[in-house]
């Protein structure tokens, strides 16, 4: 017999909204708690890099016409790729088979801007903005009541944190899971085609995947983000600048323009301490690069010289330790609250969408008669095997890149 479930959703990223969009899909009536109306970190103004799993959860999540929008409004990324040395001198581009071979869609890069407009369309009654959770509590009926440090508390009959990395529903739920400081530090940052052009750099740079792996030190990834600003017209907001964003300086959160990309990261203490990494704006850490970098091949500095200070940060790299599992309750984790990941593999945002894909349908279980308890048991066991194996493959990955060292956890 069917019946009402009250579910309330803590966090307002891509697993959270994917959760809604889906559950709504299945005619039920979630509720989105979201701190923000504007999401301004630093992560944010970046592009996606989206796989099979992301991509099927979205269409199956979505109705189709918002999934047409994701892919009508989706980047291009370069299909080939290339390999150099600091000097800008080829490199044998022949490899054996990638030890953690998985399911990018290496042409389809999505801004995260824009795919938060989508997953935002048509949730208005559903998402509460300006609701900083606090805690909850659980009731001798079996409901949840989840509090805020500054609204009225809800009641519910499930409650879901996708509430990230600095989840404060999951320090409540599992207070021994831990959040580590792998020790890497990663920076980034952006350059529009338009400057690209005016700069005369290298189109080897616009126009493939880059790989700049110097004889001694830490490789230069190069990629880039390329959209199509008339297809969007078909779809209103969607694909244009949020005007949330509009106060901001730089092009960082501006998701109209196609744009070259880079990373690098370093260990700690490598290129700088932290306490200096905190004090440098993005002009400072471009300096810092420039210098640090300083026998490199005049096309890669003029690469680093023309990026947009505004899109650049240094970044702590953490990642979570798997938890063994826990007894199942009806307050459950999808996405960074439960199994935060390095970038390196891109399958943070993908995993938290693929969790949405798996607790979408299994709540639409429930409301139609299933046991609640053991539906999300069976959830939370495939959350735990998929989401823990990206945290391992992403932590490989970072050590292959920077060289295998202990991390504490």
């Not at 609250?337 to 349908?361: E, K, Q, V, W």
């Amino acid at each position: 017999m069917a019946r009402e479930l009250r579910i309330g959703i803590i966090g307002g990223g891509p697993g959270g909204l994917a959760l809604a969009q889906g559950l709504k899909k299945a005619g039920l009536h979630p509720v989105v708690f979201e701190k923000k109306r504007a999401r301004s970190d630093y992560v944010q103004g970046f592009r996606l890099r989206v796989r099979e799993r992301g991509l099927a959860a979205l269409r199956a999540l979505l109705p189709a016409a918002l999934f047409q929008a994701v892919l009508d409004t989706a980047g291009r990324a370069p299909s080939e790729s290339r390999r150099f040395d600091e000097s800008f001198w080829p490199l044998d581009g022949r490899r054996g088979p990638d030890p953690a071979a998985d399911d990018t869609l290496i042409e389809l890069s999505l801004s995260r801007i824009t795919l938060r407009q989508v997953l935002l369309t048509g949730l208005d009654d559903i998402v509460v903005y300006g609701s900083a959770f606090s805690h909850y509590t659980e009731n001798s009926d079996g409901s949840v009541t989840a509090h805020f440090d500054n609204c009225e508390p809800a009641t519910f009959d499930v409650l879901v944190g996708a509430d990230g990395v600095n989840s404060r529903l999951r320090v409540q739920l599992l207070p021994t899971a831990k959040i580590i400081d792998t020790g890497a530090r990663r920076f980034a940052g952006k350059v529009t085609f338009a400057e690209a052009e005016r700069a005369g750099l290298a189109r080897v740079l616009q126009d493939y995947n880059v790989h700049i792996e110097p004889s001694g030190g830490r490789t230069l990834m190069v990629t880039s983000h390329r959209v199509d600003p008339a297809k969007f017209a078909a779809h209103g907001l969607i694909g244009r600048n949020d005007p949330t964003h509009a106060g901001l300086a730089g092009r960082h959160f501006d998701n109209t323009a196609s744009y070259v990309w880079w990373n690098i990261a370093f260990w700690r203490d490598e290129i700088a301490g932290d306490a200096t990494l905190e004090a440098l704006d993005g002009r400072g850490l471009l300096d810092l690069l420039l210098r640090h970098n300083a026998d490199w091949h005049p096309e890669l500095l003029k690469l680093i010289e023309i990026t947009d200070p505004s899109t650049v940060a240094a970044l702590k790299v953490r990642s979570s330790v798997q938890v063994p599992p826990w007894p199942t309750r009806r307050v459950t984790l999808l996405g960074d609250a439960i199994h935060s990941m390095t970038y390196f593999r891109a399958l943070g945002a993908n995993s938290a969408i693929y969790d949405a894909g798996l607790l979408a349908p299994a709540l639409a279980r429930v409301a139609a008669g299933a046991s609640l308890i053991e539906t999300l048991a069976t959830y939370e066991a495939a959350m735990i095997a998929h989401g823990f194996a990206a945290v391992t493959v992403s932590l490989a990955a970072m050590q292959r890149a920077l060289g295998a060292r202990e991390i504490a956890a």
